[in-house]
């Protein structure tokens, strides 16, 4: 697991390979990715944006952002917890992902960034 903690905001992260898959006609590996995000400041903060950097070591990085996660914008209290999953594609058996959250403080509307830890993207086969 990745952890990272900015401004109280704790973030956690388990991977998972998934196989492969054909599009296009071309073969990628698939991935899954699990984030945690863990409230621990004394704040009530919103989640506005997101922004990943996605390495594929036989390509070139792509670059993902947009509004919220999953189609939500989660506001978290103070000790609150938001889990969800996502995935991506890749051409290459091994890579990683590393980014940000935009978030909001609710009480004092100071916008600021969340670290997403830099994981690792890999095949059970290179792990042993």
């Known amino acids: 697991?990745?952890?990272q903690i900015t401004k109280g905001i704790k973030i956690s992260v388990k991977t998972k390979a998934n196989g492969t898959s054909y599009r296009n006609n071309?073969?990628?590996?698939?991935?899954?990715?699990?984030?945690?995000i863990?409230?621990?400041?004394s704040?009530?903060?919103?989640?506005?944006?997101?922004?990943?950097?996605?390495?594929?070591?036989?390509?070139?990085?792509?670059?993902v952002s947009?509004?919220?996660?999953?189609g939500q914008t989660p506001v978290l209290k103070p000790n609150?917890?938001?889990?969800y999953s996502s995935g991506c594609f890749l051409e290459s058996n091994i890579g990683a992902m590393k980014g940000f959250?935009?978030?909001?403080n609710m009480q004092t509307f100071e916008q600021f960034k969340v670290i997403i830890?830099?994981?690792q993207l890999s095949t059970k086969t290179l792990l042993n």
């Open 43 to 63: 704040d009530t903060v919103k989640l506005t944006d997101r922004f990943w950097k996605i390495f594929d070591s036989l390509n070139q990085t792509e670059i």
């Open 26 to 36: 071309r073969l990628y590996y698939v991935f899954s990715y699990y984030i945690t």
């Open 38 to 41: 863990e409230n621990k400041s």
């Open 66 to 70: 947009g509004e919220g996660v999953v």
């Open 101 to 104: 959250y935009t978030m909001i």
């Open 80 to 83: 609150d917890t938001y889990t």
């Open 117 to 119: 830890p830099t994981f």
């Open 1 to 3: 697991m990745f952890q």
